[in-house]
């Protein structure tokens, strides 16, 4: 295809300058929605502060304040006085009142399906992991095995599912989270599957999806280490190799959500066949059937095909630390390629933090010092130290609490957004 030549003046129609940003699009949200975002964040908050962290009149923060309180989604707490010892009147401060919606988060996996639950100030209230035969899945039996982990888990809060609000739903793979579209999937047979609408109906529940890089990014940026962090990104290697990237405290997706795909971005021309049908994708060098496909050619491990791609390569691993020079090579190799990846995420992006994220064993190898000094050979010399790298090898479960967080902004989007209308139809309910 041509690329299009535009002449650059013809936008000049267009009266005013500076960017067109919509009215009340994510870039200019309405100011109850920011007094709540900005309330749930702090977990605790003074009116007057929140004023003076949105730089707007207290009196404006006070009819805010007013309406979400009216609509049942904001309390009124009592906040410990600083050196009162007790005395005089106690403060009152803000809080999400976490009783008001209740949603789940759910990661569909190769290896295992895992749920949460959490309330509507993001506490987790359960949690359950079910293991599962890899392989790709029928729609029925991926909505069958959706109702088996979402009735276990409710039945371990306690709560029937009617009471749930929403459900974040995470897939490895090929994600349009706004269309709600599964492009493809390795735990899918079907392609192209509308499956946020498909799982709505089928559940009767509000289901969002997005792809699980996106959900660990997610995670990281409403619980764990990104939650301060403007920019950063998220690197998964497991069975593929994901991204997410934070710009400005947001997730980036891309025009049509499908950006980030750092695990297809070529590392060479015409090298190993990767996944996706393509050849030289970064994922055909680091991710674990990659590892795998190596260590059965390097060292011979025919007629071990049917055996889990685990138990290889915990074997592969096991043979690395016991010294065999095949199997280190194979991890040395896979490192190179990742550093290559890394750096040009650090050219691309600059981000403050770059996170590892996925299962720990591989780490120790792919982690070493020499992937780190190779990442920073080719990343530009500014003078300017790397990003720091961080690992968190933390469970699938991380995963389902960022499914769960994109369930709660969608849930708060949805209330706070629209018109002044909508939150007083959620108040009369
Ligand atoms: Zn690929």
């Known amino acids: 295809m041509m690329p299009q030549v535009r002449d650059s003046s013809a936008s000049n129609a267009v009266p005013g300058c500076g960017p067109l940003i919509p009215p009340l699009s994510d870039a200019?949200?309405?100011?109850?929605?920011?007094?709540?975002?900005?309330?749930?964040?702090?977990?605790?908050?003074?009116?007057?502060?929140?004023?003076?962290?949105?730089?707007?009149?207290?009196?404006?923060?006070?009819?805010?304040?007013?309406?979400?309180?009216?609509?049942?989604?904001?309390?009124?707490?009592?906040?410990?006085?600083?050196?009162?010892?007790?005395?005089?009147?106690?403060?009152?401060?803000?809080?999400?009142?976490?009783?008001?919606?209740?949603?789940?988060?759910?990661?569909?996996?190769?290896?295992?399906?895992?749920a949460v639950i959490v309330d509507f100030a993001g506490n987790v209230i359960a949690d359950e992991v079910v293991q599962r035969t890899p392989g790709a899945m029928s729609l029925?039996?991926?909505?069958?095995?959706?109702?088996?982990?979402?009735?276990?888990?409710?039945?371990?809060?306690?709560?029937?599912?009617?009471?749930?609000?929403?459900?974040?739903?995470?897939?490895?793979?090929?994600v349009d989270s706004g269309a709600g579209q599964v492009m493809w999937s390795s735990v899918m047979a079907d392609r192209g599957v509308d499956l946020a609408a498909l799982a709505t109906a089928h559940l009767g529940l509000a289901v969002h999806i997005d792809n699980d890089a996106n959900l660990v990014t997610l995670a990281e940026l409403w619980f764990g280490a990104g939650r301060g962090l403007p920019d950063f990104a998220v690197v998964t290697i497991e069975h593929g190799v994901g991204m997410g990237v934070v710009v400005n405290h947001r997730i980036y997706r891309g025009a049509h959500g499908l950006g980030m795909e750092l695990g297809h971005t070529k590392v060479q021309l015409d090298g190993a066949l990767c996944r996706c049908g393509q050849r030289g994708c970064l994922e055909a060098y680091v991710a674990d059937y990659a590892l795998a496909r190596e260590a059965s050619t390097a060292l011979n491990w025919v007629g071990k095909d049917g055996q889990s791609i685990n138990v290889l390569l915990e074997s592969l691993y096991d043979h690395a630390k016991a010294g065999n020079a095949a199997a280190r090579s194979i991890f040395r190799r896979a490192g190179r390629y990742l550093a290559v990846g890394l750096s040009n995420v650090v050219n691309l992006f600059d981000p403050s933090l770059i996170i590892l994220s996925g299962e720990r064993m591989r780490y120790d190898y792919l982690y070493a010092a020499d992937t780190l000094a190779e990442m920073e050979n080719l990343a530009i010399a500014t003078g300017r130290p790397r990003p720091p790298i961080e690992i968190h090898a933390w469970g699938d479960l991380l995963w389902a609490?960022?499914?769960?967080?994109?369930?709660?902004?969608?849930?708060?989007?949805?209330?706070?957004a629209g018109n002044r209308d909508g939150l007083r139809e959620v108040a009369a309910q």
């Open 28 to 114: 200019l949200r309405p100011l109850r929605q920011q007094i709540f975002e900005r309330v749930r964040a702090a977990g605790q908050i003074a009116r007057v502060q929140v004023a003076k962290e949105l730089g707007v009149s207290p009196a404006s923060v006070t009819t805010g304040v007013s309406e979400l309180i009216e609509a049942g989604l904001l309390e009124e707490v009592i906040a410990p006085r600083e050196g009162d010892a007790g005395r005089g009147r106690p403060a009152v401060a803000l809080g999400v009142r976490a009783c008001a919606h209740r949603v789940a988060g759910m990661k569909l996996s190769d290896r295992e399906h895992t």
């Open 140 to 174: 029925p039996q991926l909505f069958q095995a959706m109702e088996t982990l979402l009735d276990s888990v409710c039945a371990k809060a306690g709560i029937e599912r009617t009471a749930l609000t929403a459900l974040g739903l995470g897939v490895p793979g090929f």
């Open 401 to 416: 609490q960022g499914a769960a967080a994109l369930a709660l902004s969608a849930v708060t989007e949805g209330l706070l």
